[in-house]
């Protein structure tokens, strides 16, 4: 087996098993920033599954055609549930993601949630999906990133990492600033600025330079409202 391992420390920290057939498409994102920094810190740890790596096939096999009329190939049982039933007799997990564009959308209010957690596994799904009785098995949670179809779901499972691990206090330097994120408030951020004052003739917005924080907090909250209001209107519906 070839697992790899993004890991620094084995002490109370979020643990994510990630089961893929397209290991190393995680080598970039994951060994760089925040993800980087929380791994070196010992706050989060990564572990990436080759599927194919589980698989008792001679050719090691991971996919087989659907049942029924059409083209398409789907992974099969085998490789899945071993590796899962592996990590399973190994420790308990919070939640067994997997992820498909069928799924429920990850919203921040989820993603707040699973950063509470501790052990998680995320399946990623490929071809026409994983079989049916997978996921009815084993799998309790799962997430689409958005309304369109993805080649695999390794890009979802990273954006579902991320948006977990970055929540973990002590991953971001500045430990407030995840909680003014867009949407954390149900509002998109105000627009942000930075020095100089005055660029090729732009000036940043006078209140921003008048030294009063509690006036400056006012005017970045009326921002969010008129930003949200103007694009995206229906965060600010009350049955929301
Ligand atoms: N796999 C393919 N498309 C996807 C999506 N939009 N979200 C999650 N997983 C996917």
Avoid at 84 to 111: C, F, H, W
Wanted: charged share 30%; hydrophobic share 35%.
């Amino acid at each position: 087996m070839n697992d790899f391992v993004f890991s620094q420390s084995k002490q109370n920290i979020m643990r994510i098993d990630i089961l893929t057939l397209f290991p190393e498409m995680f080598n970039g994102p994951f060994s760089e920033s925040m993800i980087k920094r929380a791994v070196e810190k010992g706050i989060a740890e990564i572990h990436i599954h080759n599927i194919r790596d589980y698989s008792t096939n001679k050719h090691k096999r991971v996919d087989d055609y659907a049942y029924g009329p059409g083209a398409g190939m789907v992974m099969t049982i085998q490789p899945v549930a071993d590796c899962i039933n592996k990590l399973m007799s190994e420790r308990r997990y919070d939640a067994v993601i997997y992820t498909t564009p069928d799924g429920e959308r990850l919203e921040q209010p989820r993603a707040n949630h699973l950063s509470t957690l501790n052990n998680l596994i995320i399946l990623c799904g490929h071809y026409k999906g994983v079989d049916e009785r997978i996921r009815e098995k084993y799998v309790t949670m799962e997430l689409s990133i958005g309304d369109y179809v993805l080649t695999g779901g390794e890009l979802a499972a990273m954006v579902i990492s991320d948006s977990i691990i970055r929540l973990i206090p002590g991953v971001l330097s500045d430990e407030t600033s995840a909680l003014s994120d867009s949407f954390q408030n149900g509002l998109l951020s105000p627009p942000v600025y930075t020095r100089p004052a005055e660029y090729d003739g732009m000036k940043v917005p006078d209140i921003l330079l008048c030294g009063d924080d509690k006036k400056i907090e006012e005017w970045r909250l009326e921002e969010a409202i008129k930003r949200t209001k103007e694009r995206r209107p229906e965060l600010l519906d009350d049955d929301q």
